[in-house]
């Protein structure tokens, strides 16, 4: 079993939607979302609703965490999501992979649906590697 953590800055969207769609087609893993120092009070209501949209998966139950020292000792693949020019900074004693993610509030509702499904193809590649 592999302990996966997607990290973005805020926890409501990019990661969220990262955690929903890794959960939804392994059973073998396990993932955990995670944030920076102030992560969001709840997920965005448009992510929620995009994913159902596009894939059917409810993550409304979902809630924003967090990210601590433990979550990232435990991590077996640390995958930061986000826009370069506003990224959240892990030490350099963590081995973690890049995933370039803009910011999806701030696209419209076509490139947020090709955003979505490159994070699909990212995420089954992923589980791929990890299998």
């Avoid at 193809?121 to 299998?131: H, V």
């Amino acid at each position: 079993m592999s302990n996966v953590l997607f990290v973005c800055k805020e926890n409501e969207y990019r990661s969220q939607i990262a955690e929903a769609l890794f959960n939804s087609m392994t059973i073998k893993h396990h993932a955990i979302s995670a944030a920076g120092e102030e992560p969001a009070k709840k997920v965005s209501k448009d992510a929620i609703s995009l994913l159902k949209r596009v894939y059917g998966i409810n993550m409304s139950q979902q809630k924003p965490k967090r990210l601590t020292k433990s979550m990232l000792d435990n991590a077996d693949k640390i995958i930061i999501l986000c826009d370069p020019r506003d990224c959240i900074l892990i030490p350099k004693s963590y081995a973690t992979e890049h995933w370039d993610i803009p910011k999806m509030e701030t696209l419209d509702e076509e490139s947020k649906i090709k955003e979505v499904g490159t994070f699909h193809q990212k995420i089954a590649e992923l589980i791929a590697e990890l299998n």
